[in-house]
């Protein structure tokens, strides 16, 4: 059964930094879009990354460039996401995702893209 499992979040406090890991059991992450999605409370889930599987290109949301770094750590069969500067506006569950779509601007943003899902793991940015 192919898991995705999120980890590295917690709370941290306006302007710090804070890592979250993609870790896959029974999938080999690196062949593979992954994607990282938030949901905050009272919203939607929405995307927030993307590291295609083809070539590499990044994607981020607005609100984020220039802020986050998604990379791939393929012998750890992981994808990170590196926060900085965050904001309280950043609060929110994070989840990662796995497909196999691909984009020639790197642009996978819908869910629908992606088949894969891990559960969440927290990020409270207090101000």
């Known amino acids: 059964q192919v898991q995705l499992v999120e980890s590295g979040g917690g709370l941290v406090q306006t302007g710090d930094s804070l890592s979250l890991f993609c870790a896959a059991s029974?999938?080999?992450?690196?062949?593979?879009?992954v994607g990282w999605f938030r949901q905050a409370p009272g919203k939607e889930r929405s995307f927030v990354a993307t590291?295609?599987?083809?070539?590499?290109?990044?994607y981020y949301v607005d609100s984020v460039k220039g802020r986050f770094t998604i990379s791939r750590d393929n012998a750890k069969n992981s994808v990170n996401l590196l926060m900085t500067d965050l904001k309280p506006e950043d609060t929110a569950v994070y989840y990662c995702?796995?497909?196999?779509?691909?984009?020639?601007?790197?642009?996978?943003?819908?869910?629908?893209?992606?088949?894969?899902w891990g559960q969440g793991t927290q990020v409270t940015v207090s101000s």
């Open positions: 590291i295609n599987w083809r070539g590499g290109m990044t």
């Open positions: 029974r999938l080999t992450l690196g062949r593979y879009t």
């Open positions: 995702a796995a497909g196999d779509s691909s984009a020639s601007d790197g642009r996978v943003t819908s869910e629908a893209a992606y088949e894969y």
